[in-house]
């Protein structure tokens, strides 16, 4: 089998957040492949910690990786602060010779964002509304390269790693089965010290929310990075969950047009034409979502705007967010112009430990670096369509009996979406849009 192959068979998606299919990513052929080993989000350790027990598998994929490409450059990107990691990546390359470049990056957010890692490495802006291959780069996570090499050893994505943080007893960095429900997680990892509570998957600026109830019901998937459990109360649940409503109304009410959540927007600063503060103007006065909002389209949804930047506690996020789905909705698309970076971009970088504090979240990020634990489960749901492109078919039937790692859901290596594997050892319950397996052992079978 191919590299490409490889990745195929083993269903590897990118880790990072956003689950692009990596055979579909690596079909490209880029001048450029950059791994990104920043970590954006504040309070996440799930990349540091594969980077630190996993730096030669991760080094050698990416070795391997820029020569199936035929890439000219191979840049791993992540934070100076990580300076002992830096130093075991640098020695791995020199006894290995691989022609990898290491680049390091100031603490700032959103470092670890894809077309802002690529400004800081490269000095190139990805063109408004564009991709990474329009300026011929491929960028991958790090986490992803540790799979893509389990790849070329025959082994399968089953098990994701991800932070447990926040309001608990003690933060862990977790590899747990793809599939297994969040509720589950917290508890097999110590649980909550609250007895009310809410859950952010992702992290706290583009993390989702989810209430213990749903928590029953959600599940790990491959793009599953972090759990940061807050108050039921805490002002990123009160701002994250208001109605469509009352942010209308308070942006009529309270938007003074200031700017700063423009000014201080990454993707304004690398020359795309975003302006929230204008989208938010218009959002206080128009209620038909045409043209007019086209910039929305442009917004990463890195929380700037509204969780640092803007003084009145408004959500240009939360807007931009909605009047994306509205646009895709009514089949708006538009092209953009992309201008010149902002010549006060170096000077408008968000440091983390004010973010941190700026959030009220200061205090998890105190409680140290967490212990790692690996645990199982008696029962998963895993999701046939793992994030993007379409979902997988399923090829097993109830009752059938299946080994940890063996193929339930397939596509052709053409489309877009990846394979799905069994993540325990049991016995097929259910199939629909999901695979609800049930450990079982192998005697029964």
Do not use: W
């Amino acid at each position: 089998m191919s590299f490409l192959e490889n990745i195929y068979l083993a269903g590897v998606i990118g880790e990072g957040g956003a689950g692009f299919p990596a055979h579909i990513k690596y079909a490209a052929s880029p001048k450029y492949l950059l791994i990104n080993g920043a970590e954006c989000e504040p309070l996440l350790y799930t990349d540091k910690f594969q980077m630190e027990n996993y730096y030669k598998e991760m080094l050698a994929a990416i070795q391997a990786a820029k020569v199936f490409l035929k890439a000219e450059r191979a840049v791993l990107a992540t934070k100076k602060r990580y300076e002992d990691l830096i130093g075991l990546f640098q020695q791995e390359i020199k006894d290995k010779n691989y022609d990898i470049e290491i680049f390091s990056m100031e603490n700032f957010y959103p470092a670890g964002d894809e077309q802002i890692t690529i400004y800081e490495a490269f000095q190139k802006a990805v063109p408004a509304g564009g991709i990474p291959l329009h300026v011929d780069i491929v960028v991958s996570n790090i986490a992803t390269m540790k799979s893509i090499y389990d790849a070329q050893n025959g082994i399968p994505v089953t098990d994701k790693y991800l932070t447990v943080t926040g309001e608990v007893r003690e933060p862990k960095v977790l590899k747990v089965p793809v599939g297994m429900t969040l509720s589950e997680v917290i508890e097999r990892a110590g649980g909550s010290t609250l007895k009310e509570y809410m859950i952010l998957t992702g992290g706290p600026m583009m993390g989702k929310f989810v209430t213990q109830e749903e928590a029953k019901d959600v599940v790990v998937r491959k793009t599953t990075g972090g759990i940061l459990i807050v108050p039921k109360h805490h002002a990123l649940v009160q701002r994250g969950t208001k109605s469509l409503t009352a942010i209308k109304n308070e942006t009529r009410a309270a938007c003074i047009q200031c700017s700063f959540c423009t000014q201080y927007c990454p993707r304004y600063l690398i020359g795309h034409p975003l302006h929230p503060h204008k989208i938010m103007r218009a959002f206080g006065i128009h209620d038909v979502y045409d043209e007019r909002f086209a910039e929305a389209l442009l917004c990463c949804e890195c929380g700037i705007c509204e969780l640092f930047a803007c003084p009145m506690n408004i959500s240009p996020r939360i807007v931009n967010v909605f009047l994306k789905q509205e646009l895709r909705k009514n089949g708006i698309r538009m092209s953009f112009e992309t201008g010149p970076v902002q010549p006060e971009r170096e000077n408008r970088y968000v440091p983390v430990d004010r973010l941190l504090s700026r959030l009220d979240i200061r205090k998890y990020y105190d409680l140290g670096k967490p212990t790692y634990m690996e645990i199982e489960t008696d029962q998963v749901r895993i999701p046939l369509g793992q994030y993007i492109g379409k979902p997988a078919v399923p090829c097993v039937k109830v009752g059938d009996f299946v080994e940890k790692g063996a193929l339930i859901g397939d596509l052709p290596m053409t489309d877009l979406g990846s394979r799905v594997h069994a993540s325990i050892t049991g016995r097929v319950t259910a199939v629909d849009d999901a695979i609800t397996i049930v450990r079982e052992r192998r005697e029964n079978a």
